[in-house]
Structure formats: structure tokens, C-alpha cells
């Protein structure tokens, strides 16, 4: 048991490494650097050279890469080649944020699907199916972006109860976002919640389909007994693992919604740190990024171990 | 990094936009808000304005590096007509008029400048205004510290021990070579004057001698500026200005529909969004007359484009009607090939028209049965595309063949301009002529995005720029359109209206060239 968690967590940091990696490589190959993107049009060469030689960018690109890894394994991200702040206070203050955005589509989004997965696996080929399992198909197929702008059209301007975007900036305070977060928050969530609610509808159908549950039902236990103490943790089971890969693909959803938004968090700060080069600030939301992702595979595991009597009662090698 | 007012740079990310599929003609947008196109601002409600009141402005960020320092390439622009002055300033016809300099003389000739300041002018900070606070600003922007875009315009004249002041309130430019437009060239927006000594800390504190006060600035983000009582003009009708940071288009239209700001700065509607936006009923459209102008540079550098002839033969290859039509729905002025806009006091009427034989038979003596190269286009500006796409259409009738191909925004302007034989970008209009001749055609210039070099067209900028005699400085610079146009320096199809949106709050807006209207605008009473 232990062992599989500690190989599972060399795992999770190889993975992280190799993120880095892999978007220090995909940077270095855009065209342009922060020093040409700065400059903008009117650079002379000599002022770009000066530039890259200010900025650390005339080193060759692995030293780059191993000087920035050396650092940050002190904990020390560096400073941002635009604005010149610390990255880990700028990063800081965009994940705060998106950490509120995030969280109430984790609470909201999980919760109404669950329940909305348990109603449509419950109900099988009735209405209430139907029509849960229709929305679940036009939320997975519509791109996040369509639906908020449709948000945005329905209770922005028709009807206007939220704010279209959020003016204030980087530094807006919860007073500031709490109007305005339900809107981004509603687009996520009619994604992310469309592949759980589907998988939990369907692990709830088989699980309704095993002998355990049936018995229990023979033995005449209340509905709500049989769902809340045998049905659901075997029905979680499966689903976990589709909400720890949403819980991660939320970090990439999160760009497209919070740009149309104009949300100051994570998303935002990654597309303007990719216009600039802006090497370590995105370096930074790498690493975040592929920790959300490790971390959220490692606790549904964790969670599965927990909710599988198998696994945690190991049959005894005799 | 202002790079949609100089050339644009890539900072934003756009939204590909379909205007090439629009769903209506732009004139019928604007004639639906009662426009008539005759100033350089239509569509924009004017009449009364209520004294007082605060507009909220959406503006696309330069980068977290933006900065109020005039002189910077960083600079957050909508904020620095509001903050400060220059010595003189552009009128919708072109002329030359006051700000911080009451009068200006040039001497016979046409190596010395004498500017009059105003009296009595004060900084937000109460210190007054003086003749070294000028003689500081422009030493400032010529600091290859500064990185200043405009170095390259004043440096061949001026250096920082060129400009004295024999008293308090005179200012005199002793030049290095004659130059007769001379002060046309202080009207760039980089030349805002600043206080003496404040180099270091204007990028923060936004101290200036204009109508509104900073009240709060942070960089890519929001800001506001309050109405200075002290204002040496007119004074503003508004309270204040908050300023917002939005990097999407397509959300800083949404934040105009949803009534949460009063005005797009900087922004080119395409003509679904137009519509869309003249269809709501707290916001409509506004045009400014040929306020962006599209050339297509070739590049002359390039084995495709050394030659003139090839040049000449794309110039007479396209429909610029058609292509005019199909572009931005007639919305604008066709050019005929000429960079200079015909708004312009010194314009000339002339160019190289569509004529497809000419252009075959100009290929052919080369050598050529048929051209094929490709055309560069990018999502930046809704335009680009469309353009490009018409082009290619219209030139196959003689027999050049045009790929189509797209490329980044955010590294168009660092890696396809001034790099590509061929692709189409765009600039505001609003430069003085002097300043648009040279800054983009003369040899070796910062901004010679076709690598223009002729020796004849630079000695008749030089000729141009010596003559004190104005009816023959304009023969002078006409004669070196013509040279321009003949040389196949220049592929201008034509001039675009930008079309902006504006709440129906919003009364007396108005802008031309790289000039906002801080002092009328207001909100309906």
C-alpha cells in the first residue's frame, strides 16, 4: 500500500518536472522573446541586445532552464521579465482569485451534478432522465466559450442582473469579484458538470444493477437507506476519478472564460504572460497548474482507496 | 506597448473576426444612428453636456510594464492627452495650433525656432511652468534611455544642447539641418511636455499641465483622473475618468452593452460587432473619418520586390474599388496606391489606378507568365484579413496569385513586418506629413516597413523641409508623393473609418489623428 502511494508520488513530481519542461521548450520555440516583445516595433537591435542581456536572456536557453529550476527549488520564482515584481506575489494574487472562481464551480458544479447524476440513473429512460442526460449533451458539446457569451447576452445585457466583465484589476478586492463571479462560474460549471453527470448516471445504473443492492432492497430497507449507505459509495467510485480530471481540466477552461470576463486571475495573467515571453510568470502558473493535476489524481486515488472495501481490507496472502 | 497608434505590436489577444462575412453594409449602421458622414467624428450625439459627471473608459492594457511617461513606447495612451500638453497641437484640418506655446517663428532660414509660452501655466502640483520643463521633456524623449519612438523623428534636427531658453517663457530650437514643419513634428504623442527633472518618477506620478489630475494609475489595470480646477483653457465638462484595463475585444464591447463602461477606446469595431452594438439600447456606434490607414508594404529588400516594376505592375493589378467594397464595405476612402491622406493640407491627387494589362505586360517583359507570392495576414486588426482576401481575389485577373497566409497576432509586428515580402497591416492616420513621409519612407528609417530607399524622393524631403515658402514647400511635397507613388513605394488601397462604440449617455465625442476631445465630451444633460 505504501508502496504504491510513494511510486505514485515519484510519479507526480516527474510529471511536474516534465510539465515545466515541456512549456520552458514550447516558449523558447514562439517567436520572439520578452526582449522583442517589449521593445515592440520601434526596437532598434541595440536596444534589444541590451535588453536580453539585462533581462538574462542572451544565456543559452539550458542554462536558463537549470539556473530557473535551481532557484525554484529554494522556493525562489524569480521576478517578472515585463513588470519586474516578484512572480510569486503576482501569481499569488491571480490564484487567489481564480481560487474563488474555482471554488464555487467545484462546490456548485459537484454537488448539482451528483445529485442531478443520481436523479437521471435513478429515474432510467423516464423524463427526468431524458431531459438531464439532453443538457448533459449540449453542455459537453458546446465550447465554454459559447456558453459565456450566451451568459453574457441572457444576464448581462437582456436582462441585466451580473456584471459582462470585471473592471477592477489585478488587485480587486472579494467585494469587488463577488458580483461578478457567477457568471464565469456558471459557464464552467456547465461543462464540468456535464461528464459527471453522465458517469455518475451511469455508475449509479450499474451499481442499481448489482446483487448487493438488490438484496438490500429485498430486505426491505428504506429508498433513501439504500441509496445513501450502499449505492452511493459504490456509485462515487467510478466518478471520482472523472472529477479529479475535471478539477484539472478546470485549469485550462479557466484561461477561455476568464479572458472573455476579463476575471483577474490565473487564465488572464497566463495569456498575457505568453503575449509577452514572460518566462517566469508562466513557469510559475506551470508549476501550479501541473500541482492542481497531480494533486487531484493523487487524492482520487486516495479517496478511492477509502471508499473500496477491497483495497482497504487487502485479502491476506495466505 | 501603444502599439495600435504606432505601428501595432501584437500586445492583444483578438478574437479571429468575421468581418470579411459581415451581415451589413457599415453605412447602414451609421445612417441607422442618423450620420451623416461630413466631420471627422460621426454618429457621436452632440448638444448639451451636464457640468460634472464621471465617464468610465475601456481601454486594451499595453503590459504590465505601461507607464504615464509620454515619451515611452509603454505609455498608456488614452491617459496622456488628458494629463498633459504639448507646445502646439493638430486641428481636424491640420494646422498648427497653440497649447503650451501662445505663437511660434522660424527664422528665414528655416534652422531656428522661437516658441512663446503660455503665462501663468501651473503643474498639478502647483510648481509653475517654465521654458526648462520644455528644454527637460524634449531632452527626455531624446535620452537613448527613454527608448522614445519619436528619437528617430527629432534627433536628425535637435540634440539635447540645441534647445535654450532666453527667459522664463522662450523657448529656441536651433536645428541642425533646415526643417519648415519643424513644430508639426512636436505634435507626436510622445512629445507631451512633463516637469523638469521628473524622469524617474513621471511613469508613476503623471504630473502634467492638462485638464484632468491622476487620482489613481496602476499599470494593465484600473485608473482614474479628476478634473483639474486649474486647467489654464476651458474647462471640462466631466468630473472625472475612470479608467478600466480590458484586454478582450470582445469583453470590452460586452462591458459597453452591458452599460458598465461609456466608451471602447481603441477599438475597431468589425461591422457584425457594429451592428450589434447600434442595434442596443444603451449604446451606439460612432465612425471617425479615415482614422486608420492600410497599407500593404512590399518589401523592397526583398528578391520578390526590388524591383520597380513588379512593384508598379501589384499597384495597377487590384480593383481598389473592389477591393475597397469587400474590405470595409466602402466604409472609407479608396487611395489609389497614395500613403497620404486626402485630408491632408498637402495631399496630392494622384495615384496609380487599376489596370490589369499594364500590369500583365509590365510581368511579362520581366519574365513573368504569372506572379505567385505569398500575403501575410493576421487577426490582429479585423481588416487585415479581409483585405488580404480581397486582394488575392482581385489580383488573379492579372495573373498574380496570392497565398493567403496567417500568422500570430501577438508576434505579427516582430516577426512578419518589416521581415515578409508582402502582408497587410495598419496605422492611424493623424501623422503631420512631414512626419509620415519620412518616419516611413525615408531611407533607413525606424518605421520603413517597405524599405523604401530612394536617394530622389529623400533630397525632395530635404528641399521640402528647407523652403520657408509654404506654396512651394507643398509643390515640394506633392513632387515627392508623385516620386513615391511612380516608384511603386507605396500599396495603399485605402483609408478606413474606425468605427468605435459609445454609450447613448455619452455627448460630444470627438477625435481625430492622435487627438481626443477631453474638454467637450460629456454626459447627456
Known amino acids: 500500500m505504501l508502496t504504491f502511494f510513494a511510486k505514485r508520488l515519484g510519479w507526480s513530481v516527474f510529471t511536474v518536472l516534465l510539465a515545466t519542461v515541456l512549456v520552458f521548450s514550447a516558449i523558447q520555440s514562439l517567436p520572439g522573446d520578452a526582449a522583442t516583445q517589449l521593445l515592440g516595433q520601434n526596437a532598434t537591435p541595440s536596444a534589444v541586445a541590451t535588453m536580453r542581456q539585462q533581462l538574462g536572456l542572451d544565456e543559452p536557453p539550458v542554462s536558463r532552464f537549470f539556473t530557473w529550476l535551481g532557484s525554484a527549488l529554494h522556493g525562489d520564482f524569480g521576478n517578472s521579465l515585463v513588470g519586474g515584481g516578484s512572480v510569486a506575489r503576482e501569481v499569488g494574487s491571480a490564484l487567489v482569485n481564480t481560487s474563488l472562481l474555482a471554488g464555487i464551480t467545484i462546490v456548485i458544479g459537484i454537488l448539482l451534478s451528483l445529485v442531478l447524476g443520481l436523479v437521471a440513473g435513478l429515474t432510467r429512460d423516464r423524463w427526468p432522465d431524458i431531459s438531464i442526460s439532453t443538457l448533459a449533451l449540449v453542455g ?15 444576464f448581462s445585457i437582456y436582462i441585466p442582473i451580473f456584471p459582462a ?3 477592477a484589476g489585478q488587485n480587486a478586492s472579494l467585494a469587488d469579484l463577488l458580483p461578478s463571479v457567477w457568471l464565469p462560474a456558471a459557464a464552467l460549471i456547465c461543462v464540468l458538470a456535464a461528464y459527471i453527470i453522465r458517469m455518475m448516471r451511469t455508475s449509479v445504473i450499474d451499481v442499481m444493477e448489482s446483487e448487493f443492492v438488490r438484496t438490500a432492497i429485498l430486505k426491505g430497507n428504506s429508498t433513501s437507506r439504500v441509496v445513501f449507505k450502499h449505492l452511493l459509495p459504490s456509485a462515487m467510485l467510478p466518478t471520482l476519478n472523472v472529477i479529479a480530471m475535471n478539477i484539472a481540466w478546470l485549469v485550462g477552461g479557466v484561461v477561455v472564460v476568464e479572458s472573455i470576463f476579463n476575471y483577474p486571475g490565473i487564465g488572464t495573467l497566463m495569456i498575457r504572460s505568453v503575449q509577452t515571453r514572460d518566462l517566469p510568470t508562466i513557469l510559475l502558473i506551470t508549476v501550479m497548474s501541473a500541482l492542481t493535476y497531480v494533486v487531484c489524481n493523487l487524492l482520487a486515488d486516495f479517496a478511492a482507496f477509502l471508499l473500496n472495501p477491497r483495497l482497504r481490507y487487502p485479502r491476506s496472502s495466505k | 506597448m501603444d502599439s495600435r497608434i504606432e505601428a501595432p505590436t501584437g500586445w492583444l489577444s483578438r478574437r479571429t473576426l468575421l468581418a470579411g462575412s459581415a451581415l451589413l453594409l457599415a453605412p447602414a449602421v451609421l445612417a441607422a444612428c442618423g450620420v451623416s458622414p461630413s466631420s471627422s467624428t460621426t454618429g457621436a450625439a452632440s448638444g448639451a453636456a451636464r457640468q460634472g459627471g464621471t465617464l468610465r473608459i475601456a481601454r486594451p492594457p499595453a503590459s504590465k510594464a505601461e507607464t504615464l511617461d509620454p515619451a515611452s513606447s509603454l505609455s498608456a495612451y488614452e491617459y496622456l492627452g488628458a494629463l498633459y500638453n504639448r507646445l502646439v497641437k493638430l486641428s481636424a484640418k491640420g494646422e498648427l495650433i497653440p497649447d503650451l506655446a501662445e505663437s511660434w517663428t522660424l527664422s528665414a532660414d528655416a534652422m531656428s525656432w522661437t516658441f512663446v509660452l503660455r503665462k501663468g501655466v501651473t503643474w498639478h502640483d502647483g510648481k509653475p511652468f517654465t521654458a526648462q520643463d520644455v528644454i527637460f521633456s524634449i531632452q527626455h524623449i531624446l535620452d537613448p534611455a527613454t527608448k522614445s519612438p519619436q528619437a528617430g523623428v527629432l534627433s536628425p534636427f535637435v540634440d539635447g544642447n ?11 530650437f536651433a536645428l541642425k539641418s533646415p526643417n519648415a514643419e519643424f513644430a508639426s513634428l512636436l505634435t507626436g504623442y510622445n512629445c507631451y ?26 499599470a494593465a489595470g484600473p485608473g482614474s483622473i479628476v478634473r483639474n480646477p486649474n486647467y489654464f483653457g476651458d474647462k471640462p465638462a466631466l468630473d472625472g475618468i475612470e479608467f478600466s484595463s480590458i484586454a478582450d475585444t470582445q ?4 462591458a459597453l452593452l452591458a452599460g458598465q463602461v461609456d466608451l471602447v477606446a481603441q477599438t475597431n469595431l468589425d461591422f457584425a460587432t457594429a451592428k450589434t452594438v447600434s442595434a442596443s439600447s444603451v449604446a451606439t456606434v460612432s465612425s471617425v473619418k479615415n482614422a486608420q490607414w492600410y497599407p500593404v508594404p512590399m518589401l523592397n529588400t526583398s528578391p520578390e520586390f526590388k524591383d520597380p516594376d513588379i512593384r508598379r ?16 464595405q466602402g466604409n472609407g476612402t479608396v487611395a489609389h496606391n497614395n500613403p497620404v491622406p486626402p485630408s491632408e493640407a498637402y495631399y496630392l491627387d494622384y495615384g496609380l489606378g487599376y489596370d490589369p494589362d499594364k500590369s500583365k505586360a509590365l510581368l511579362k517583359a520581366k519574365g513573368f507568365d504569372h506572379f505567385d507570392v505569398p500575403i501575410y495576414t493576421s487577426s490582429y486588426d479585423p481588416v487585415l484579413s479581409p483585405l488580404a482576401l480581397a486582394l488575392q481575389s482581385s489580383m488573379k485577373a492579372a495573373n498574380i496569385n496570392l497565398a493567403v497566409t496567417n500568422s500570430p497576432a501577438d508576434s505579427y509586428f516582430t516577426d512578419v513586418w518589416m521581415k515578409k515580402p508582402l502582408m497587410t497591416t495598419y496605422w492611424y492616420t493623424g501623422r503631420p506629413i512631414d512626419q509620415l513621409l519620412n518616419q ?5 528609417s525606424s518605421y520603413n516597413e517597405t524599405a523604401y530607399s530612394n536617394a530622389t524622393f529623400d533630397q525632395t524631403l530635404d528641399a521640402a ?27 495603399t488601397p485605402f483609408f478606413s473609418d474606425r468605427i468605435t462604440g459609445l454609450s447613448k449617455q455619452v455627448v460630444n465625442y470627438s477625435e481625430h489623428g492622435f487627438e481626443f476631445d477631453y474638454i467637450n465630451i460629456g454626459l447627456r444633460a
Open chain 1, 165 to 167: 466583465v470585471v473592471i
Open chain 2, 440 to 444: 516611413i519612407f525615408r531611407t533607413g
Open chain 2, 465 to 491: 523641409r528647407a523652403t520657408v515658402d509654404a506654396a512651394k514647400r507643398k509643390t515640394l511635397y506633392q513632387d515627392a508623393q508623385k516620386i513615391l507613388i511612380d516608384d511603386g513605394g507605396s500599396l
Open chain 2, 162 to 172: 540645441s534647445i535654450k531658453a532666453p527667459d522664463a517663457t522662450t523657448v529656441v
Open chain 2, 193 to 218: 511636455i512633463i516637469p523638469a527633472g521628473s524622469a524617474a518618477t513621471i511613469g508613476a506620478s503623471g504630473i502634467g499641465t492638462g485638464p484632468f489630475k491622476l487620482k489613481s494609475f496602476t
Open chain 1, 140 to 154: 459537453m458539446s458546446v465550447p465554454e466559450f459559447v456558453v459565456a457569451t450566451v451568459l453574457v447576452l441572457l
Open chain 2, 251 to 254: 469583453a470590452r464591447v460586452n
Open chain 2, 313 to 328: 505592375a501589384f499597384a495597377h493589378a487590384y480593383n481598389p474599388d473592389e477591393v475597397f467594397k469587400l474590405a470595409v
